[in-house]
């Protein structure tokens, strides 16, 4: 069945950019399942649905987020990735990709703990 692992950098710095790459086995993300999403979780709270890229290439974003955010893919890699501009220490979280028929995530990957600080 698809599997799925994020990677990138554990600590990023105010106001940079962060980067994140989701990548996909066991499945395609042109042909299988709907949406490949982004979730995250901060210390103490609950899961936020950032967005998601469709099988097609449409991108799709939830308007609630404090920062600018881009999903993307890369298809000969079969992965997507996440990039959140100009982040703060409240973008700390756990960061999980997904994947689904939905926007509610049927298959998850590990997560990846990411820390904004200086």
């Known amino acids: 069945q698809v599997q799925l692992q994020e990677s990138g950098p554990g600590l990023v710095m105010p106001s940079q950019t962060l980067s994140l790459t989701c990548t996909v086995s066991?499945?395609?993300?042109?042909?299988?399942?709907?949406?490949w999403s982004w979730i995250r979780q901060p210390p103490g709270k609950g899961l936020e649905w950032m967005g998601a890229i469709g099988r097609s290439g449409t991108s799709y974003y939830n308007p609630s987020l404090k920062n600018h955010a881009v999903i993307s893919r890369d298809t000969s890699k079969n992965q997507f990735t996440l990039q959140v501009s100009n982040v703060t220490p409240e973008d700390t979280a756990v960061y999980f990709c997904?994947?689904?028929?939905?926007?509610?995530?049927?298959?998850w990957g590990q997560g990846t703990r990411v820390t904004v600080a200086s």
């Open positions: 997904a994947t689904g028929t939905t926007t509610t995530p049927d298959y």
């Open positions: 066991g499945g395609s993300i042109t042909t299988n399942y709907y949406y």
